[in-house]
Each structure stands twice: as structure tokens, then as C-alpha cells.
């Protein structure tokens, strides 16, 4: 029993991973390097702690881009 929860958290875990890599390529960013890709994530994540505007602001640019997803 536990190997099957184990099982089925690693499979989780891989599904949310390839999602997170889907955002990246959705954005356009597929081709930057790694460590831009994290220093950009780090420097937002500091932002979002403290900039709630910021984050009302992201939020909708997203919702939109996913709005956009069938054109």
C-alpha cells in the first residue's frame, strides 16, 4: 500500500513539473538559459512577497494569456 501512494506522488509530482515546463514554453522563454529562467523566478517570488498590486496585476496578464489559448 505504501509503495502505491508513493507511486502515485512521484507521478504527481512529474505531471505538476511538466506543467510548470509548459508555462515556461507558453511564455516564450523556452530558449533562455536555465539560470536567467531561475534568477527571473527568485527576484519575483521576493516581489510577490511584498507587492500584492504586483501580483493582481501578473495574475490578470496570465488569465488573459490563457484566454488566448484558442486563437
Known sequence: ???TATN???KQDTREKIA??????????RYEK??????A???LAQRLKVDEE???RLRT??????AHDGD
Open 1 to 3: 500500500m505504501a509503495r
Open 61 to 66: 496578464r496570465g488569465a488573459e494569456a490563457f
Open 34 to 39: 536555465r539560470a536567467v529562467l531561475l534568477g
Open 41 to 43: 523566478l527568485i527576484e
Open 54 to 56: 504586483e501580483r493582481k
Open 20 to 29: 510548470l515546463g509548459g508555462l515556461i514554453v507558453k511564455a516564450g522563454l
Open 8 to 10: 502515485d506522488a512521484r
